[in-house]
């Protein structure tokens, strides 16, 4: 019992400071002040540290000897590598639990779009967890453990640039549209029709991050 509460405090630490770097309050390429870090979340620098290494694992964050952990910077590179990936796996993947998803899972596909609605029409903070979150759940009732596992870790990395790619004006709007489009496909069960809608919608959003981390890069 003591190793599963220790276990699941670890796992709530790392969800703290993920969350932290996912919606930017850990600013990127700066030195991570671990010491007030981890007086605002009421710990020790020892479980913060092993958090650090984890989520380094993940690919959130890098180490410099000397120097501690430093938030990864958006790379047009990374955000390549991710999409590409995503464009990979994640149409059929979504046709396949089309097809697949009980009356309990397609209602929590729909709850989870009004959500991500709301909050992208108020530019809230959630966004992000709430775009990863609706993409998981067109895709987890495939079955496909693996491959959903996957697409879960890329969904991680590439939440930062979700947040990028909805700064500029109207960008929310042609979301909601496509994600509104996707979700109504998909509770038809037309995976042939929702594939295409989803690589679609992946090929748009990282058309739109070469133009934005190249001028970013630029300046």
Known sequence: MTNLIVRNLAEQLVDLVRDRILNGT???DQPIRQDTLAAELGISK???REALTRLEQEGLVRSQANRGYFVRTLSTAEAEEVYALRLKL???MVAM??????????????RIHDELDKVTDAHGDGVGRF???F?????QPSAQSITTHLLERLHVL??????KHLEPLGRDQRANDEHSLMLKLWLDRDGVAVAEATRSHI???IVDLRRQLVTRQDD
């Open 26 to 28: 850990i600013p990127a």
């Open 46 to 48: 020892i479980p913060l």
């Open 90 to 92: 994640e149409p059929e």
């Open 97 to 110: 639990a089309a097809e697949r998803a009980t009356e309990e899972e397609r209602q929590h596909a729909i």
């Open 131 to 133: 775009n990863r979150a």
């Open 135 to 139: 993409h998981l759940a067109l895709i």
């Open 158 to 163: 590439g939440e930062r640039y979700v947040r």
């Open 203 to 205: 090929e748009k959003v």
